[in-house]
């Protein structure tokens, strides 16, 4: 019990007022929620019995009032939350049987609010061994300044937190290195005011995952390619001289043996990627929508048709985090809305525990109409906001949130947000349909000794072994004319 005391005397009355609660000296500072208990002391004076009032004089005021049914030796302070935070003044006015009286001199004591409970984000929710985040203090109000910081954290193999040395700032780096042990990493900061009688709080988790360094790839070799054979020249045969006597030796020429047709290589068809909707990061956040909800915008997809491979969206979420899922849905011809019911796609969830907004990249493989409009956008199960700019020609809507046990889907009906465009973009990839593969002239060369050319070949063979054999046979009878056989 600390007693704060003065002493004060007139018309023979004298009485020493103290202050009991539990302070440390000159307990000036509290915060909402304390209770200050002010009592008398032993009164030296004057001829008893005593009766006693208590005063006070709230902030602002420039005079005291009496308080009602304080007519004790004590009085019990209670600082409510509806007490005014400021300076306030107590005193207490004594009188003995006699009519004399005494007040003592006044107690001044100042009300702050209450020490909320902030939050800690950091500036990368994920982070590679070897890379740092830093990790802020947000939404810090109310008690008593300056205050006292004492960080903790809890490894990802670890159930309990643990005091972090020398880290007693209203900021944290968390720096990792190869040796960091990899996974979800788990901070608090504990926060005490310099009340009177000191407020602590603790902050809400913040999550920090830690991956590991993937091995160095080793650049594939560059293949050697193989050169295509040459096919063989076929010689041409040179028929024998008219005038040979002797019978002619003839000799077949080998027909070329047929080059085997290689399997022509076709180029693969090229791709084209683009984006679409908006790339910019708004200068606005959403209200903060209910938890469980869907969000959408509307876009149209480029004027060819193509596959939605990602879908970008600039969110800010809690420091214990949101899963988070993209999501697709048709649009309503008759209402220009989105499709009641099940949406066309929603991606596997991504964890936001951003609290200063950033890109999220949701993957998927969507095959999607040229110059369409549909409805993406993403479905949160905790607090989520979206960022955006003000456009006349987008709507943002979101989803009417069913009771606490319903499903995700189907979506019953949709509520009206604003003209606005949400910070969302989408990966568009288009393939030419126009590019046919053109045949390489190595094919036209060796489709050129196969067919009706080599049918040619062989009927000039045997035309050529025809007119040598009819050559062979005019010779041989001219020379018998000129050399008759003499009968004897």
């Not at 929620?33 to 001829?47: E, F, H, V, W, Y």
């Not at 964890?351 to 109409?369: C, D, I, L, Q, R």
Request: proline share 10%.
């Amino acid at each position: 019990m600390i007693c704060e005391s003065c002493f004060v005397q007139s018309n023979s009355l004298s009485f020493t007022s103290r202050k009991e609660a539990h302070f440390f000296p000159s307990a000036v500072l509290l915060d909402q929620g304390q209770i200050s208990t002010l009592s008398s002391s032993a009164i030296t004076t004057g001829t008893p019995p005593y009766t006693y009032q208590w005063f006070n004089m709230p902030p602002g005021a420039s005079s005291f009032t009496s308080i009602s049914y304080a007519w004790s030796s004590s009085y019990s302070f209670d600082m409510t939350s509806m007490k005014a935070t400021g300076s306030w003044s107590l005193l207490l006015m004594v009188n003995d049987s006699t009519g004399a009286s005494v007040n003592s001199t006044a107690i001044s004591i100042t009300l702050n609010r209450p020490l909320s409970q902030p939050s800690a984000g950091p500036s990368l929710g994920a982070l590679n061994q070897g890379q740092s985040s830093t990790l802020s203090i947000i939404d810090l109000s109310g008690g008593c300044t300056p205050y006292i910081y004492q960080w903790f954290q809890k490894s990802p193999d670890s159930s309990d937190y643990s005091v972090i040395n020398g880290a007693t700032s209203s900021t944290y780096a968390f720096s990792t290195s190869s040796s960091t042990a990899t996974g979800s990493w788990s901070f608090k900061v504990q926060i005490t005011d310099s009340a009177s009688s000191p407020m602590m709080v603790n902050s809400t988790a913040s999550l920090v995952t830690v991956n590991a360094l993937g091995p160095t790839p080793t650049p594939s070799p560059t293949p050697t390619p193989t050169p295509t054979p040459t096919p063989t020249p076929t010689p041409t045969p040179t028929p024998a001289p008219a005038s040979v006597t002797p019978a002619p030796t003839y000799s077949q020429t080998p027909k070329p043996t047929p080059m085997p047709t290689p399997t022509p290589t076709h180029t693969p068809l090229p791709v084209t990627t683009s984006k679409f909707a908006y790339e910019a990061k708004g200068n606005q956040t959403s209200s903060l929508p209910a938890p469980k909800t869907i969000t959408l915008c509307n876009y149209t997809t480029p004027p060819d048709t193509g596959t939605i491979t990602q879908i970008s969206i600039c969110l800010t979420g809690i420091p214990e985090g949101s899963n988070v899922r993209a999501v697709i849905f048709s649009n309503d011809p008759d209402s220009n809305l989105p499709q009641v019911g099940e949406p066309l796609l929603q991606t596997d969830a991504l964890n936001v525990t951003s609290v200063s907004g950033e890109w999220y990249n949701f993957k998927m493989k969507y095959p999607a109409s040229q110059n369409t409009v549909y409805w993406l956008g993403y479905y949160a199960d905790n607090y989520t906001q979206y960022y955006f700019d003000t456009n006349n020609d987008h709507i943002s809507l979101t989803s009417q949130t069913k009771d606490e046990n319903s499903t995700l889907f189907p979506v019953l009906s949709w509520h009206y947000q604003g003209k606005t465009i949400m910070s969302l973009y989408a990966q568009y990839t288009v393939a030419d349909p126009q590019h046919t593969p053109t045949p390489s002239n190595t094919d036209s060369a060796i489709s050129g000794i196969s067919g009706p050319a080599q049918s040619f070949q062989d009927t000039f063979f045997v035309l050529l072994i025809m007119g040598a054999e009819f050559t062979i046979v005019v010779t041989d009878q001219n020379h018998k004319k000129k050399n008759p056989t003499i009968k004897q």
